[in-house]
């Protein structure tokens, strides 16, 4: 099943259920998304009635200009780092503290606003080393403090496609604090369609998404990278965000940027990574970051050649 | 004026407005804090008419035991750390990085829930060094990016006092990954009463709030400490937050752990900051961390002998 929230009056938007080939939608009579995962048993027949109902033909045309992110805003953003390649290149070219492999990494984000497939995406100025990041998410219902990664496998009630937008510029300043990122986070932006697991298919195994990612940045293939080479799996992810809290029904828990073994060939999905591969072999980076104007386009692709998330594919601009 | 959140079967509870002497209290119909703030200029009118029918004597009486976080959860808490006496002996006690007097300090902390001031605090574990950190805090309605600290100090609408529950076993592990704090960081507590800034009179100046905290453990003075010495005011930790996002209507910023100069006379309002002190003295600490069972009490006090925000008093039990 694909979610997605169209813009209406109301923070929140209004939660639809869209049909196999992105085209209709059915709504969910006075529902957001966040309101149907605080009661997903209650939820999830009344949005399988609706998606039945739109494979036989039901439902209207989607228009994809009313798309807002699938959750505009969650009351908990969690984002790991999970996939040890990135965390390698980064740890040798900026010369970091090495990687444990034990503990997953994890920030927490602002979550107050996600913007939409197609937002322009407004910034304070280009000197802030402008990036994407190309991840995924889960969205979880309530979560007990205390949670096992065996247990928390079945609190996953949704996968979502992320763009993390980074300033690289104010990161590793704001990093040695410990404090971990005000500045360099602004809000992130989801792809279209919140899926349910089913949905990907032999492509969600072992707690990770094991679809591409294409990213490309101003028309031009940047990376198509794979998001199963996670170092911990979503599972993990939660037990370790759940450690010492309950987490509230709605949290969004990311991968950080897929990154793979391969990246030679497959390329990376921030040019972060991009830069830190150019200083390893070259001394220094020879990318620049993005400027306004730049356009970036996320999209995920199954091993059987879906696009079940929708594309990001959006514009920096000057705030 | 003085505002309260009852509970009721609302996640968001009940706004309430209370009496000057805390003991009687009139409902703003259909309203929560969270709801109010993000449209103020409204809700202001209304909630200063029921302040004045709470002067005539009417109202219902105000049972502590319906009392909850004047906000119990929020899109978004910023906790800063701009207390530079407190900054200091971190520093020096555990050789961390020089403090940086030109940018704030700030962390995302979790926002989901904050408890009530009588809520008995659940955590896994007292190896995980369980600590209080008494501070304040300022509500704002939506601040756009890149205000100015002088345009700031116009969006602070309400003051708050704040328990911020830290477990110290785990936070340096999660500070030297620079992603700042998860586990390490359970959720909040809040004294009874959001005020406006008229209410502390002359304690609310330069933008920091200049009353005593007084901080009591297990029934002992541990700490009777200023407001007035943070290094950065709250206009400029707001300034500092919304430098490339705006900020949602209804975010908190903390000051961080109150501390002063005369830390010796006045003590301190987090067991970590007198361990700190001890290190420095003796080359160790000698006071443990809490334990379950261990009760915390904190309470603003005026300069001229008043109770603004009521008292955050409560245990810590194994979750």
Redesign the interface.
């Given at each position: 099943m694909r979610l997605a929230t169209l813009r209406n009056a109301r923070p929140d938007g209004e939660l639809v259920v869209v049909s196999a080939d992105g085209a209709r939608y059915l709504s969910a009579p006075g529902l957001n998304l966040i309101s149907a995962i605080a009661d997903w048993d209650a939820a999830l027949p009344m949005l399988g009635r609706l998606s039945a109902l739109l494979e036989t033909g039901a439902g209207g045309h989607l228009d994809p200009a009313r798309i807002m992110a699938p959750m505009p805003?969650s009351?908990?953003w969690?984002d790991g780092?999970a996939f040890a390649t990135h965390g390698e290149l980064m740890q040798i070219a900026f010369n970091?503290?090495p990687v444990?492999r034990e503990?997953p990494?994890?920030?927490?984000?602002?979550?107050?606003?996600f913007y939409g497939p197609n937002d322009a995406i407004?910034?304070?100025s280009e000197a802030?080393g402008i990036d994407f990041e190309g991840e995924f998410g889960v969205i979880v219902d309530a979560v007990p403090?205390?949670v096992t990664a065996e247990e928390a496998a079945s609190h996953i009630k949704l996968l979502v496609q992320i763009n993390d937008w980074s300033?690289r510029a104010?990161a590793p300043?704001?990093?040695?604090?410990?404090?971990?990122?005000?500045?360099?986070k602004?809000?992130c932006s989801m792809a279209p369609f919140a899926v349910t697991p089913d949905e990907l298919g032999a492509d969600w195994a072992n707690g990770r998404i094991g679809a591409d990612l294409s990213v490309t940045w101003n028309g031009e293939r940047f990376g198509l990278v794979r998001g199963d080479q996670m170092g911990f799996s979503f599972p993990e992810l939660i037990a370790?965000?759940a450690?010492?809290?309950?987490l509230?029904a709605g949290?969004i828990i990311g991968s950080g940027t897929v990154s793979n073994a391969e990246y030679a060939t497959r390329g990376s999905a921030c040019i972060s990574e991009r830069r830190a591969i150019e200083m390893i072999a070259d001394g220094k980076p020879s990318t620049a970051f993005m400027a306004f104007g730049n356009t970036v386009r996320m999209e995920a692709i199954t091993s059987d050649g879906r696009k079940p998330f929708g594309a990001i594919d959006q514009k920096v601009v000057s705030?």
């Open positions: 805003r009351w908990q969690l780092s970091l503290p444990d503990r990494l994890m920030y927490q984000g602002m979550s107050d606003r407004p910034l304070p802030d403090m205390g300033l104010i300043v704001e990093m040695k604090t410990g404090f971990g990122w005000i500045q360099a602004p809000p370790h965000a450690r010492s809290r309950d509230v949290t705030a």
